[in-house]
């Protein structure tokens, strides 16, 4: 089992950048695909990033191509997101999910998920 909690979500102007981490328990951190969904107020959760157990194979979702990086420290089992050029419409509740499963964007696929972090990006 994997246990996830997130931090670094605030309030950004938009423009801004912030970074978010997700830190996994166990020692068994570089055998999940990790990915990063967002659910806005009155919203269906959707997919935002993910990336392959090595790190070498990331995902993204349209709304946030070349803004977004994922990115994974097995050794400090953490994964990350970067997000630049934020806008208003990033403002969400960032959840960070993993599966033992191959690289997918898929939502039902991730088993274990952190209780999210918000976002809030100011026009």
């Known amino acids: 089992q994997v246990q996830l909690v997130e931090s670094g979500g605030g309030l950004v102007q938009a423009g801004g950048s912030l970074r978010l981490s997700c830190a996994a328990s166990g020692r068994t951190f570089s055998r999940y695909t990790m990915g990063w969904f967002r659910q806005a107020p009155g919203k269906e959760r959707e997919f935002v990033a993910a990336?392959?157990?090595?790190?070498?194979?990331?995902y993204y979702g349209d709304a946030v191509k070349g803004r977004f990086t994922i990115s994974r420290d097995n050794a400090k089992n953490t994964v990350y997101l970067q997000m630049h050029s934020l806008k208003p419409e990033d403002t969400a509740v960032y959840y960070c999910?993993?599966?033992?499963?191959?690289?997918?964007?898929?939502?039902?696929?991730?088993?274990?998920w952190g209780q999210g972090t918000q976002v809030t990006v100011s026009s």
């Open positions: 999910a993993a599966t033992p499963r191959s690289i997918t964007t898929v939502e039902s696929f991730f088993d274990y």
């Open positions: 990336i392959s157990r090595s790190g070498s194979t990331t």
